[in-house]
Each structure stands twice: as structure tokens, then as C-alpha cells.
């Protein structure tokens, strides 16, 4: 008998790990067939080609129907060809809404809500309260949660603690390190698209240049620094509402020469390579691909000690307190003068415990292992 699975969220990735592509992937072959649907955005025909099964794209900004969810539904009743599904996989609340009011008519034999964010059934929160007391009433028990880390998962059961512990589950991301390795750019390349000179000792990061990802944290501690690391610079590759207000940091702490705001590139990790160290200051990350991606290409690692960063990183060297400039600087300091064969055994290590600890197979597994299991 084929096992038919829908898988639905929100909105179409843009860039980055392709995890919903990843999962149609785990069930592949003749015993599934896979639905994938988007309720925002669109999506070329050759990338649904990398996807199993079929795509469907609602793109709710041109539709305006499908803003309604029971418009959605109506949808997946169609796509369902009048009949049930077996497997169910949410990413995200609305999509979890969705499934709870087509299993009426479309009985579903398991039911899975992923969960990317840290609060998101907060009740203290305006929408997690709305989310907390939907699967408090009206969600069919029969949900189970997914975190992407063990500290969403902690955090799922601690927002609601009528759930029990056996509805949640922990599924790791992963990453393609074999497509990393062929898209990275070397050394001497990626120092040369960035315009950093060859013997300069960089500190390094990659994200969205928004609060929590605490990028004037990491200036603030680096400015602490700056005296006892002469000729260290400080590269930020990302673009985001602070970018004005950390540009001008930079100036009051007279470090325009030493700190760069090198705004957006696309497949940033392609330039990792220009790195000595790669520094996660994020509050609170709810996983932290990038941190992936930086082991991945065998950087070793300074990471603000909250979220998922623990369970991530195989090394306790490398953990810091960003919210303390002092401790913080003086983690920057110490892998500056650390000798670079240790910075080499840490990158070594972290790019090891990365292929056996969060590759591709093991995450397509993981998933197929819902159904089998």
C-alpha cells in the first residue's frame, strides 16, 4: 500500500537549507507519495524538480484566497483526490490549522506540527496566547510537536505544560556538505572578494543584522579587544534594519578601519574561507544553521552560550556570554592568541562531529522514521 504524506507550510524558503525539499526526499520511492505545498510564495519548475513527489505553490500574495484558510483547505480536499492522507507534516501554526480542519473530512493516521521558533505558544505573547489556547481547545490531540532543537522542544513543553513530554519530539537540521564544499571559494579567493589582505587575522560572521542576532554585542567586545589583537579586523556579512545604527557604533568607537559591514552576499558561506574565527553572538538561536556552515568549513567557533548552541557545538572552548562585554572580549582575545594548530584541531572537530552528527541522511531518516516508527 503507498503511504501518501502531505507536508505544508507557510511560505516558500528562500535560500538557504532547503529543509521542506530535504523532507519530501525522505519519502522517495514507490511506498510514498509526497504532496509538498506552500501557501506563499512561487517556485520554478526546475527547483520542484529537486523536490519528491508534487509542488504546489498557492502564492497567497497573488491569490488573496488563500489568505483564508478554510480557502486552503478547500484546496487540499482537491489535491487529496477524495481521499485520505496517512501522513501529516506542519511547518508552522497556520499550516497546522489548516490540516486540523481537513482531517474532518480527510482523516489523517499521524500528525505532525513543526516547530522553528523559540515563544511561539508563549502565553504571554499576543499570538502565542492565540496559538497556545487553539492547542489547548481545539488541535487534534492526535498532533505531535517536532523542535528543531532540543531547547525548542524544551521550550514548546514549558510554554504548554498540558502537553505531554511523549507529543514532543527533537529533529535536528542539517546540511549538504558535499554541495558546500563545491560551491566554497578558497582562501585566497574568498579574501580577495572581500578585500582583506592576505596575513590579516579576521574574526567573522554571517547573519541578519537585527537584534537578537546581537551584532553590536560582538562590536561592543571587539572595540574591548581591539588593543591587545593590533591588526585583527572584524567582518560582518549580513543587511537588516540595525545597519545604520551599527554603522554608526562603529564610528563612536573609532574602529572604521578594523570593522566591516560587508551588507548581503548571496550563499554567504561560499566566503567563510576568508575567516580565521567565525563568531555567533545570537541571543537565544533557535538552531543556527550558519553554525553548520561554519564547521562545515572547519572554522573553529566562538558562540553565545544560550538556545541551541550547546547542543550543537562539540566544545565548551568555544562558549561565551555576549551580554558580558568583559567575558566576551576576552573569549576574542584568547583565539587570537590561541596557536593556529589548535584553532586547526577545533575546526577539524567541528567539521567531523558535523558530517556524523547533522548530514542529510541522517535527517531525511529521521523523518521517514515518523511514518515507519
Known sequence: MTVRVLQISRSVIDGGFDYHREISQAFSGTDFEVTS????????AERKGGYSGTVHCLDARRHRIFKNP????????????GRAWDLAICHHFTPAVTVNMLRRIRDFRKLYLIVHDFGYFDPADLHGHRRNAFVRTSLDPRFQFIGVSRAIRH????????????RCLTIHNAIDTQALDEARLSRSEAREALGIAPDTFVFGTVGRLVPFKAHRE???AFARAAEG?????????GR????????????ELGLGERVKLAGFLPDASRYMAAFDVFVLPSHNE?????????????LPVIANDTGAVPEILPYDQGLTNATDTGAFAGRLLEFHAMPATRRQELGVMGRAHVKRQFSLEQYRNRYRRLWTD
Open 229 to 237: 589583537m593590533p591588526g585583527a579586523r572584524l567582518l560582518i556579512i
Open 218 to 220: 560582538l562590536i561592543d
Open 70 to 81: 478554510l480557502a486552503v483547505m478547500l484546496r487540499l480536499a482537491l489535491l487529496g483526490r
Open 286 to 298: 533557535p538552531f543556527g544553521l550558519v553554525l553548520l556552515e561554519a564547521m562545515a568549513n572547519a
Open 37 to 44: 505545498v506552500f501557501i506563499r510564495g512561487s517556485m520554478s
Open 155 to 166: 521550550n514548546v513543553l514549558e510554554t504548554m505544560p498540558f502537553v505531554a513530554e511523549e
Open 240 to 251: 537588516g534594519e540595525l545597519e545604520q545604527d551599527l554603522q554608526a557604533r562603529i564610528g
